[in-house]
């Protein structure tokens, strides 16, 4: 979004509406924030009223430019106070079971043919699959990809109702919807007429690769990675910036360990991170790599980096990663010094940052590698 939306001159005409505000979730200053307005996964986007810092709309996932103004233009700026509102409150409550029914009913007052009622039909599928109603997520998923084929929200959800239906258990599974579901997001991949951008087209990559793990067709996971791998490639080389390129890293590196070739990532990585010396990521990306390769010498001095440059939980996540690199080396004793640097940052985070589950697992891997 940041390299490849937000650059683009048309969107000046929404600053007198709008005071857009980008929030770094690593940061600590963030944490008040976070543990407010509640997300699932990033990007989301809130509309906040000022007035009273209620939700006035909240949506979870990318634009492109052509989108981002329909749902700027849709929302107007102005504090809206009707069950699609109390739905994203809800959703920003993290109250899933109750966004799903608030949304839900929401629908059944909206246009069909409306933004809004699409952009409904997400938060809908997307609570269901919060609250991990799969079969359910599944089967009107199904019935809402139809109704909006041919639309950004008709896609998203096919794609979404297809993960519910993957993460079944295979006698829980609709044989007929998981098809009918993996034919809509191939076809969705491939569209020419669908407004998608290079990130919608690699997420609904990363589902069709899910569902063939789910139904063990090695053969056909394998396939669609290298073919996830080969349009990744292509559309970093189109990039026209340096920004606009590393966007695709992450993804390009996870398709790479897939294929078992982590090496393909090292040249791209080190570039990113010449590029971008105080940015955390490509070391992260390289320590991970590496890790792969199992060259720990080096796996340990990526990590050491990405701890240096990160904060808040995504530093926890690097901790995590020289801690492996410290074990594939068999240095315990290195190991259980980091988990305990870990432990002691990790609970001195602020409210909202402040994981306890994450604690009590760095706890537990302090245990098994410390001796009695």
């Known amino acids: 979004m940041r390299a490849y939306v937000f650059t683009d001159a048309s969107l000046k005409r929404y600053a007198g509406r ?12 963030s944490a008040k924030f976070i543990s407010t307005f509640k997300s699932p996964g990033v990007p989301t986007f809130f509309v906040i009223d000022p007035k009273n810092e209620a939700v006035s709309t909240r949506y979870v996932g990318g634009f492109t430019v052509a989108s981002l103004k329909k749902f700027l233009d849709d929302n107007g700026g102005k504090s809206q106070d009707d069950e699609l509102t109390r739905a994203d409150r809800l959703a920003t409550q993290a109250k899933y079971d109750e966004a799903a029914k608030a949304y839900d009913e929401s629908m059944a007052k909206l246009s069909k043919k409306s933004l809004r009622y699409g952009r409904a039909a997400e938060g809908f599928v997307f609570s269901l699959a919060m609250s991990q109603a799969d079969v359910r997520c599944g089967e009107r998923g199904l019935e809402l990809a139809r109704e909006l084929a041919g639309s950004l929200s ?42 998608l951008s290079g990130d919608d087209r690699s997420g609904y990559y990363i589902s069709l690769i899910g569902a063939h793990d789910a139904m063990k067709d090695e053969a056909g996971a394998k ?13 970093a080389a189109k990039a026209k910036t340096p920004e606009e390129r590393q966007v695709y890293d992450a993804h390009r590196l996870t398709a790479y360990l897939e294929l078992n070739e982590p090496a393909k990532a090292i040249p791209m990585l080190e570039l990113t991170a010449r590029q971008y010396p105080k940015d955390y990521n490509p070391h992260s990306r390289l320590s991970a790599a590496y890790r792969a390769m199992k060259m720990w010498n080096e796996a340990i001095f990526y990590s050491k980096k990405a701890i240096a440059l990160s904060e808040g939980p995504r530093r926890i996540t690097n901790y995590n990663g020289l801690v492996t690199g410290y074990l594939g080396k068999g240095d315990k004793a290195a190991a259980a010094a980091t988990l305990k640097e870990a432990i002691a940052y990790a609970d001195a985070l602020p409210e909202g940052q402040r994981n306890a589950n994450v604690i009590a697992s760095l706890k537990k891997k302090l245990d098994g590698i410390t001796p009695n």
């Open 223 to 235: 396939a669609l990675r290298q073919e996830w791998s080969a349009f990744l490639d292509r559309e």
């Open 18 to 29: 709008f005071v857009w505000l980008s929030i770094e979730i690593d940061n600590p200053s």
């Open 154 to 195: 008709g896609a998203n959800i096919a794609s979404l109702a297809l993960d519910c239906e993957a993460g079944l258990k295979a006698e829980e599974r609709s044989a007929a919807a998981f098809d009918a579901l993996e034919k809509i997001v191939r076809a969705n991949v491939a569209s020419k007429t669908l407004d």
